[in-house]
């Protein structure tokens, strides 16, 4: 499992999930790494959250409700942030041939939590400021 990162390094997650059950379950995993999370429904709110932090993650659903999904939402962060983490999340298989960004990991739901924690483990690993200290 992932090592708690002091508050100074910890990573903050940017999390966009429009079901409150399935959210609330992974602001809760996230937080128990020692993350500091912000949770929105859709992937508009999560464009305009893109501005408000040096995000070290993105984890998204792709079906979201409004004008952005969530595939749209991991190509423009990772536009604006190459080096941000990238995880898309989906329970929808069919149709799933578009192309990642770069370095972003698809997650299908359902996941298991240990499956859940390497994947978010892997992403931050990426990230040269979330590195433990040698």
Do not use: C
């Amino acid at each position: 499992m992932i090592e708690v990162p002091s508050p100074a390094r910890a990573p903050h997650i940017l999390l966009v999930e429009d079901e409150r059950m399935i959210r609330d379950l992974i602001v809760f995993a996230l937080e128990d790494l020692g993350a500091t999370v912000k949770a929105v429904e859709t992937a508009d709110e999560g464009f305009a959250a893109l501005e408000l932090a040096p995000w070290s993650l993105l984890l998204t659903d792709v079906q979201t409700p409004g004008e952005l999904n969530g595939m749209q939402l991991a190509w423009r962060a990772q536009e604006r942030s190459p080096g941000l983490g990238l995880v898309v999340m989906s329970g929808y298989h069919d149709g799933f041939n578009l192309p990642l960004p770069e370095g972003a990991v698809f997650l299908p739901k359902p996941w298991s939590i240990d499956q859940f924690y390497r994947v978010i483990e892997d992403q931050l690993a990426r990230r040269p400021s979330l590195r433990p200290a040698a």
